[in-house]
Structures are given as C-alpha cells and as structure tokens.
C-alpha cells in the first residue's frame, strides 16, 4: 500500500517555514507509536477496534503569500527549475505568467489564450499532471499576462510547464504565484501506523479550538479506516479539500497516491464547510452526513477489479465517469462502517436537509429523516432505507443485521452477476411485476442491480440459498412491489 511520507511530510514542512514564513508549524513533532496493533479484531461479531493513541494529528497555519517562482524557457516552453516544495498540499493558487516581447500583435496575442499551464504534482514517487487554462490580460503592447486561476497543489512537491508560446521576438516572462485563500487555513496530516491517513485543508476558524480539530481529525480517520477494512479498499492518503470552489461536494480521482482510479480526494462547498464547522465547535461526538456520504464514494468505487464494484453497481456510464451510479451504496457503507467500527458505535450522525436537523445514531438515521429528500436522489435514499430496516429489524431480533451487510459490501463470497442462479433472480423479478425486462448477462444495469437484492435476499432471509418463491416473498415484504417497480423503471429509463 502507497502511504503518504511523514517523513517526506515534516520535511516538506521545515522547507516551507524557512522559504514562505507566512506558515507557522503548531505541531510538527514526528509521531511515536504505542506496541501493539493500530487495528484489532475484537471478535465482537466480526467488529474492528482501532487504537487512537497511534494516530497522530500534524497541523500547519498557512496565510496567503505572494511568491515568484525561477523559471527557464526553452524553444518557447516556460518550465520550472527543479522541484518546488514550498507550498502545502490542496493550497490554491493562481498563477500569473507575464510574458513580454517586442510588439505583440492581436494574432499572437490570440495564440496566448491556447498556453496551457500545467501543474505536476508528486508524493512518494507517484505523480499526476493537471493542465489550466489562462485569461489573457493585455498591459501594453510589449506585455500580456496569462492568468491561470483556482491551481490546485496536490502533492508535497511540484513541477510545471507550458505548452509551446507563439513566436515572439524578444521573449521573456516573470512567474508569479498568490495563494487565493481568501483568508487564513489549516492543513492537517493525519498519520497512521499501517492503515489509512488523511491529509485535509480545511479554513482556520478562530471559534474551533485545535483541540477539538484533533479529535474530529481522528474521528474521521478512524472511520475512513473502519470503511477500508471492511471494503478492503486501500487508499493510503485521503485528501480532503474544505471550502472547496465547486457548488456542491464531490468525490474524485484527481489525487496524488498509487490508486489515481479510485476516489483518493473528496471537495467539501463552502455552505457544507460551514456546517462541518459549526458542529465541530460544538465537540460533539459526530460524523456530519456530508463527510459520512462523500468518504463513503471513496472506499466504494475503484476499477472494474472490485468485485464488489464488478457485480454490484448498475453502470450507466460505460467509462465510470458518473459516480451517481455509486449513490444506491454510499450511505448505506458508511453507516455499516460505523456499526463495524467499536470506537464509533456511540458516535451520532448529524443532517441538516432542507433545514431541518436530525441527529441519531447510525441505525436510526436513515428513519430519522423525515424531510424528503430531492428528487434526483429518491431513488438511492429510497433503496438505502429499506435495506437499513432490514439490517435493523433483524438485530433488534438479536440477529446480527448489520454484520451481514459488512459481508455485502466487503464483496466476500462469489456473487457473481453472470451467474445461472442470477439470471434466475432476474426472472423472479420480471415474473413478480409481470414485466420482461432483460435477464442476459450483456446487460449490466439490470444483472448487478437484480445481484444485488439476490445476495441481500441469501444475506439476511434466504440462510445462505436461494430459491424463487422465497426470494418473491423477500421482495414483497421487505421493498415492496412499487418501489421495485420504480427500482427497474428507474434502471430502465438509463440503460
């Protein structure tokens, strides 16, 4: 597993204090690990107990700084020299270019808008490259700047270069870079002996005190690795950019770690951020259902090599480009990791939708939301609930629900969505709503979305078999046939 360097880190860290003196260290002291192991299996039907005093929680201020960068150019491309390692990861920027020249003229001036800037970023050896676009600002006739804004670092160290410049006589250029923050921020390292870490950029509220920080850092930490254990998805760093400048909250691959297919980076809007915040001032004991929905894409999705990925997620975008397809699972994962996990049992899950507030634990949640949720996500929150009540009915029996859904998302046993025994699912279904939807294997949308009710059916009614009429009387009592219905009408509208 590729871990994010505490020692490339602290390093990185003392570079940054001597060359931008606007970063001032809180807690830069390298870790010490306790004896024994950082995660257990307590045997409490199959639960996981992590030992907290072995993560470590590192916290850096950073302020906006305005910094010009030595740059060379060669047959028209502006590169820089050497590595540069003097900004913290998940920092924005915005990159002013100013090129100057003799008499550039409304056709070269044109061309400039095509210079791409790209960034390259590296941690452990592992890289990955992001081009930018400029606006181009004229200032005289000898000089233009190319203005490449909301640059984002995302590793410990980084490298640029443009495309090829126009010809022009005389070239020259100056590089500046302003961090953009609009004002201060806090990057944490949260370090682990062995298991998953995290590193976040989130704004520096005077009002949290750092104390409460480092707790929600772990709280976090621990449920990130109670979902990788679980899932068997290694990440090794999650990054997590707060305050982040698109609208609403994402997960995606645009990460520096040796998986870049999985979703190693999760964005946080500025109106969750807020929430995120308030709550944490509060020290309450919690996950906020944004953090719980958007970490949870990112120990659920990788390549076509998970099996859980493989069998049990309806495609409707053949290039995995539309992680919505993940949104029947996330939230469902996330609650069974906190059910999984003995250090986060008795932590609440907090959701304001709509304005409306809930706080509950991780097996009432989902009945405690009474707001509807938006359209858009009905039928994920819809399907997410009723499985749930599933897990929730059987362990108010003293039946371990919630455990057989551990073995649901871990993707364990081999259910596979090609299999006889599934296309058989397929015509149970079809024969319960007297419709004739596909039962071959060529079609993923309905073969992984009937393996899953399948193995949910084996899971917690069917005592490991499977057979038709039980499994009809499955679908009836515990989804009932409308929303099966609208489960297949939804599958089909996007096939």
């Known amino acids: 597993m590729k871990k994010f360097n505490l020692k490339n880190f602290v390093s990185a860290s003392l570079v940054a204090l001597s060359l931008c003196p606007a970063i001032a260290s809180f807690n ?8 024994g192991n950082f995660i257990s299996d307590t045997d409490n039907n199959g639960a996981i107990n992590i030992d907290e005093n072995q993560i470590s929680v590192i916290c850096l201020d950073s302020h906006p700084t ?53 960034l390259t970023s ?83 509220n005077q009002n949290v005190s750092l104390n409460n920080i480092k707790k929600w850092a772990k709280r976090i930490c621990m449920y990130a690795n109670s979902l990788s254990q679980m899932t068997g998805v290694k990440l090794g760093t999650l990054y997590m950019n707060f305050n982040d400048p698109k609208a609403c909250p994402y997960s995606s691959n645009s990460t520096v770690n040796g998986y870049c297919t999985k979703l190693g980076f999760v964005g946080i809007s ?8 308030e709550r944490m001032k509060l020290d309450k004991n919690e996950i906020v259902w944004v953090i719980l929905h958007e970490v949870g894409h990112s120990y659920g999705i990788q390549s076509e090599s998970s099996k859980f990925w493989y069998n049990f997620v309806p495609i409707y975008n053949k290039d995995h480009s539309n992680y919505q397809d993940d949104d029947f699972f996330t939230n469902l994962r996330g609650l069974t990791a906190i059910q999984n996990c003995d250090n986060l049992r008795n932590t609440d899950i907090y ?33 997410a609930k009723k499985v749930s009540n599933i897990a929730y009915i059987m362990w108010e029996s003293n039946v371990y629900g919630w455990e057989k859904l551990e073995t ?37 949308t309905y073969a992984r979305m009937t393996n899953n ?27 009932g046939k409308s929303f099966i219905r609208e489960l297949y009408a939804y599958i089909d509208a996007r096939s």
């Open 28 to 35: 830069s002291a390298a870790p010490v690990y306790a004896a």
């Open 66 to 118: 305005t910094t010009l960068l030595d740059s060379k150019i060669n047959n028209g491309v502006i590169s820089s020299i050497g590595d540069i390692t003097n900004f913290p990861a998940l920092q924005m920027e915005k990159v002013t270019i100013n090129v100057q020249g003799n008499n550039i003229n409304e056709t070269v001036k044109d061309k400039l808008q095509d210079v791409k800037f790209s």
């Open 122 to 204: 590296t941690t452990d050896g592992i890289s990955k490259t992001k081009d930018y676009s400029p606006i181009v600002i004229k200032r005289s006739n000898t000089s233009y700047d190319l203005v490449y804004n909301d640059v984002k670092i995302l590793g410990s160290s980084v490298t640029f270069s443009t495309s090829k410049l126009p010809d022009i006589d005389g070239l020259n250029c100056d590089i500046e870079v302003e961090t953009i923050d609009d004002s201060d921020f806090k990057y944490i390292s949260v370090i682990t002996p062995n298991g998953e870490d995290l590193y976040i950029r989130i704004k520096n």
């Open 270 to 277: 500025n109106s969750s951020t807020q929430t995120v915040l």
């Open 351 to 383: 959701i304001n939708n709509n304005g409306t507030a809930r706080t509950a634990k991780y097996n009432k949640i989902l009945s405690a939301i009474q707001v509807s949720p938006p359209s858009s996500e009905y039928i994920y929150y819809t399907f």
């Open 408 to 444: 649901y998302f871990a993707a364990q046993t081999d259910y596979n969505y090609e299999s006889d025994e599934n296309r058989a699912a397929a015509r149970a279904i079809n024969d319960f709503l007297g419709t004739s939807y596909p039962v071959n294997d060529n079609n993923m």
């Open 453 to 479: 009710l399948r193995k949910l059916y084996k899971l917690t009614s069917g005592n490991g078999a499977f057979n038709q009429k039980g499994f009809k009387h499955f679908l009836s009592s515990c989804f």
